[in-house]
């Protein structure tokens, strides 16, 4: 604890705060961003060697190897790839200095320490990122469930049965098609944009 308290003051721990909308343009993570597709950001965290920049897309983490080093590695985690899970909010005792934010993605563990004077505004996240999990266990579910109807339709027509319809390459493209359809666009959702409006609130 005393370590902790000593980290803090001397400015060697590394607890993050919230960036306000007005600077996301100074960020690195803006470098990143696919703004020729209307990517754009919603929340960011910001220590004194990482980012954590949330978009409508993807998390991108600006990875820095310390405080003093100028470099960086960049990581992207698509939403459409990487599920959100177990997202967690460790609030602060008498005296810590920070809350922690914990969640994964796509398998990625991430813990993330901000000043406990911005809890507030880490609810708001915490409420979109879990929102944003539960829609993409939605999406996956019935993406089982297209795969399910797809397997029910190919036990219709046996390799070599007798009197197959004419037309049968036609309706497996037709079926291709409508299958792609469900698995990569009705049920894959790629943009969160709406999401985090809901919960984030500035």
Same mark, same amino acid.
């Given at each position: 604890?005393?370590?902790?308290?000593?980290?803090?003051?001397?400015?060697?721990?590394?607890?993050?705060?919230?960036?306000?909308?007005?600077?996301?343009?100074?960020?690195?993570?803006?470098?990143?961003?696919?703004?020729?597709?209307?990517?754009?950001?919603?929340?960011?965290?910001?220590?004194?060697?990482?980012?954590?920049?949330?978009?409508?897309?993807?998390?991108?983490?600006?990875?820095?190897?310390?405080?003093?080093?100028?470099?960086?590695?960049?990581?992207?985690?698509?939403?459409?790839? =990487?599920?959100?899970? %177990?997202? !967690?909010?460790?609030?602060? @005792?008498? *005296?810590?200095?920070?809350?922690?934010?914990?969640?994964?993605?796509?398998?990625?563990?991430?813990?993330?320490?901000?000043?406990?004077?911005?809890?507030?505004?880490?609810?708001?996240?915490?409420?979109?990122?879990?929102?944003?999990?539960?829609?993409?266990?939605?999406?996956?579910?019935?993406?089982?469930?297209?795969?399910?109807?797809?397997?029910?339709?190919?036990?219709?027509?046996?390799?070599?049965?007798?009197?197959?319809?004419?037309?049968?390459?036609?309706?497996?493209?037709?079926?291709?098609?409508?299958?792609?359809? =469900?698995?990569?666009? %009705?049920? !894959?959702?790629?943009?969160? @944009?709406? *999401?985090?409006?809901?919960?984030?609130?500035?």
């Amino acid at each position: 604890m005393f370590k902790k308290l000593a980290s803090e003051a001397l400015g060697l721990s590394d607890i993050g705060t919230i960036i306000q909308p007005k600077d996301y343009g100074s960020v690195d993570a803006d470098d990143y961003l696919f703004h020729e597709d209307g990517e754009k950001i919603f929340f960011l965290i910001k220590s004194r060697k990482d980012e954590y920049c949330f978009t409508n897309l993807a998390l991108i983490h600006v990875d820095g190897d310390s405080a003093v080093s100028s470099k960086r590695t960049i990581r992207r985690h698509d939403y459409a790839d =990487a599920r959100i899970e %177990r997202v !967690t909010i460790e609030t602060a @005792g008498t *005296v810590d200095m920070d809350v922690e934010l914990k969640f994964s993605i796509g398998g990625t563990a991430f813990s993330i320490d901000v000043r406990k004077q911005f809890l507030e505004q880490l609810k708001d996240v915490y409420k979109a990122l879990i929102a944003i999990g539960r829609l993409q266990a939605r999406d996956e579910d019935n993406r089982s469930h297209a795969f399910k109807v797809l397997g029910a339709m190919s036990s219709m027509y046996r390799i070599g049965q007798v009197g197959l319809p004419r037309d049968l390459p036609d309706q497996f493209n037709a079926l291709l098609d409508n299958l792609n359809e =469900a698995v990569h666009v %009705r049920h !894959t959702r790629r943009d969160f @944009g709406e *999401v985090f409006s809901r919960y984030i609130h500035g």
